[in-house]
């Protein structure tokens, strides 16, 4: 086989990277080791308001809009509650739009691949091996969009993740209730070490989880889970329809990555470490990197030289971005209940509402507008 553009792992970013290249007019092979985009997720899929607001994602495959975001200590008590007067979140329908996104691809003139895992790379080609045996691909780039322990990124000597947290989640569908679409927050070393609980109830549906360090959970993260979602209580009484799905996976949360090109492709989405260092909205930055991962292909395509990958660095990115990366170490560092609980007095004051208020609701998107400063 031969392509301009050999795009390695269909989540978010491959597929919308595929998808912006075929559109150009390029041959582009896209493969996942997955037999089906809807099963094995491993994202949430919150969408915050700048993605809504700067991408055409499908309306019917969104849950509804969520303006209110209340954030707990270890104890639930006196929790601090924000309410936007925008729609600042929702969740999408990951399996929906994994499978909507696939037909764009094809349309879009893409070779989809699936039940196909990428080996590596012998001299200039890349190998796969699927259900029809072991092939190579002489593709001119290859983009790594496998995932936060990116093979593509070893194989072209680019930075890998160092710094991840684990997460687990629980997704069912719940009966309607009167209670407003809210994103809770847990702030608990022992059911979330260095990160968050979660419980997202869009009136639809509940997704229930924890992330942390994985050698900071003393029995294991899914046992923390299950005392979280079986303590809920109070904080979310969700009474669950259905079928409970389970998901779970490594989370990056150092940053963009420094080095993210070569000569002989690049690194997008959880590959390159784009997603938010400090909140949920993770799919924003895969987005927006994928972008610029496209000018820069395209180009290099078009001129018929790599010289545009030289501009694909994350360092400057990272730099824009200091202050997030400060908070999410900050968070990383309560490791006692009675730590955090101190957190929240702090955090009920005015400024500390504030503080809350322009990282959760804030219009700056990471890194998208940075690319452009």
């Not at 006196?78 to 929906?96: C, F, I, K, N, T």
């Not at 496998?146 to 629980?170: H, P, Q, T």
């Not at 005392?227 to 969700?238: D, H, I, V, Y």
Request: glycine share 12%; net charge positive; charged share 25%.
């Amino acid at each position: 086989m031969r392509a301009d553009v050999l795009v390695v792992g269909a989540g978010l970013a491959g597929l919308h990277v595929a998808i912006e290249l075929g559109r150009r007019g390029h041959e582009v092979v896209l493969v996942d080791r997955r037999r089906d985009l809807g099963a094995a997720i491993r994202t949430t899929g919150i969408f915050v308001r700048k993605t809504l607001d700067d991408y055409a994602l499908p309306d019917d495959l969104l849950g509804p809009p969520i303006r209110r975001v209340v954030l707990y200590p270890p104890s639930l008590r006196r929790p601090v509650a924000l309410e936007s007067d925008r729609d600042e979140y929702r969740v999408g329908d990951m399996a929906g739009l994994y499978r909507h996104l696939v037909a764009e691809a094809t349309t879009a003139g893409v070779e989809v691949v699936l039940g196909t895992r990428y080996v590596g790379r012998a001299g200039a080609d890349a190998v796969l091996d699927g259900p029809g045996g072991v092939r190579q691909v002489r593709a001119t780039y290859v983009v790594g969009a496998d995932g936060a322990r990116s093979r593509v990124a070893a194989d072209l000597g680019l930075d890998r993740n160092e710094r991840m947290l684990v997460g687990a989640e629980e997704v069912f569908a719940i009966e309607s209730h009167a209670g407003p679409p809210t994103f809770h927050c847990v702030v608990d070393p022992r059911l979330a070490p260095g990160y968050l609980a979660w419980v997202v109830d869009d009136g639809r549906h509940a997704h229930v989880g924890v992330a942390g360090y994985a050698a900071r959970y003393p029995d294991g993260m899914r046992a923390a889970l299950s005392r979280f979602a079986s303590g809920l209580g109070e904080l979310a009484p969700l009474v669950a329809v259905g079928e409970v799905e389970r998901r779970g996976g490594p989370i990056p949360v150092g940053g963009v990555l420094r080095r993210i090109a070569s000569p002989c492709g690049l690194l997008v989405g959880d590959a390159a470490g784009a997603v938010s260092p400090l909140t949920a909205g993770g799919l924003d930055p895969c987005l927006r990197l994928s972008d610029r991962a496209v000018d820069v292909l395209d180009d290099a395509l078009r001129t018929g030289s790599s010289d545009p990958l030289r501009h694909y660095d994350g360092a400057p990115l990272r730099a824009k971005f200091r202050g997030r990366l400060t908070m999410r170490r900050g968070l990383a560092a309560v490791r006692t209940s009675a730590l955090a609980e101190a957190a929240f007095v702090g955090l009920r004051t005015a400024p500390g509402r504030a503080a809350a208020t322009k990282v959760l609701f804030g219009d700056r998107s990471f890194p998208g507008q940075v690319a452009a400063d």
